[in-house]
């Protein structure tokens, strides 16, 4: 069985940075990619980044494009999420998933199997 275990979120000031980390359990050869969603209140859950398992690969919503870095250690089975810059339009629930479906698209949430319960991410202006 697959578990994700989130941590690192916060509330910090713009312009502060925050490293979220998410350590995976049960990961199976099946795993393609790693990544983050995040989800305002109020809003729809939107693509924040993900890194292709094995080729390390990496893919970011213009949104953040510049201010986060994903990366991922294999030997623990651990994705991090490096927010810099933060600004309050960061505020959100950030969820890590896990991509099991051999699609082309790294944005659609549909292709992730497993998700995180979530860390909330609050940035005061």
């Known amino acids: 069985q697959v578990q994700l275990v989130e941590s690192g979120g916060g509330l910090v000031q713009a312009g502060d940075s925050l490293r979220l980390s998410c350590t995976a359990s049960g990961l199976t050869l099946s795993t393609r990619a790693m990544g983050w969603f995040r989800q305002a209140p109020g809003k729809e859950r939107e693509f924040v980044a993900a890194?292709?398992?094995?080729?390390?690969?990496?893919y970011y919503a213009d949104s953040v494009k510049g201010r986060v870095t994903i990366s991922r250690d294999i030997a623990r089975n651990t994705v991090y999420l490096q927010l810099n810059s933060l600004k309050p339009e960061d505020t959100a629930v950030y969820f890590c998933?896990?991509?099991?479906?051999?699609?082309?698209?790294?944005?659609?949430?549909?292709?992730?199997?497993?998700w995180g319960q979530g860390t909330q991410v609050t940035v005061s202006s």
């Open positions: 998933v896990i991509k099991t479906r051999n699609t082309s698209s790294y944005t659609r949430s549909g292709d992730y199997a497993y």
């Open positions: 890194i292709t398992w094995y080729a390390a690969n990496t």
